[in-house]
């Protein structure tokens, strides 16, 4: 298995991954939409970065949107996308993606990396609780425009 920042050409395995991701967590989104959102992001490294873990086939990705916060002091990544297909889990893969997220954001020249966690997501928040991330005691808001 190895982990490889994808490009613009991978948008299908990108596409599918992502949708399952969101199929899996009940988010509700438009193939369109997220097919022209992750060509944005793949076609201007300066917004992010698609890492995907592969071998035979994709076995999952990671997201990391760049941001310029006051909070951290400047540059900081978002990692707003971590996931991988189920019959592949339990085998370090999520563990190795985000490693490689961590690399790439501090290379990247990030002071930090934020992240959400579904309340109900007790595996996700012990991976991140394992690789050093701290819990915020705050919720996150949105509005849609």
């Not at 971590?82 to 990247?108: C, D, F, N, W």
């Not at 991140?128 to 849609?144: E, M, P, T, V």
Request: hydrophobic letters at 50%; one cysteine or more.
């Amino acid at each position: 298995m190895r982990i490889v920042v994808a490009t613009v050409s991978e948008i299908d395995d990108l596409a599918l991954l992502l949708a399952a991701q969101f199929e899996e967590h009940s988010i509700a989104f438009d193939q369109g939409l997220l097919r022209a959102a992750i060509r944005g992001a793949a076609s201007q490294p300066a917004r992010g970065e698609f890492l995907l873990a592969r071998d035979d086939r994709s076995l999952g990705l990671a997201y990391l949107a760049y941001t310029w916060t006051l909070e951290h002091g400047g540059l900081s990544a978002w990692l707003e996308e971590l996931y991988v297909i189920p019959e592949a889990r339990s085998q370090g893969i999520g563990s190795r993606l985000l490693r490689s997220a961590m690399a790439h954001a501090k290379t990247a020249g990030c002071a930090a990396i934020d992240l959400e966690v579904a309340s109900d997501h007790a595996r996700a928040a012990h991976l991140y609780a394992r690789a050093g991330f701290l819990q915020h005691q705050r919720a996150r808001w949105y509005l849609n425009l």
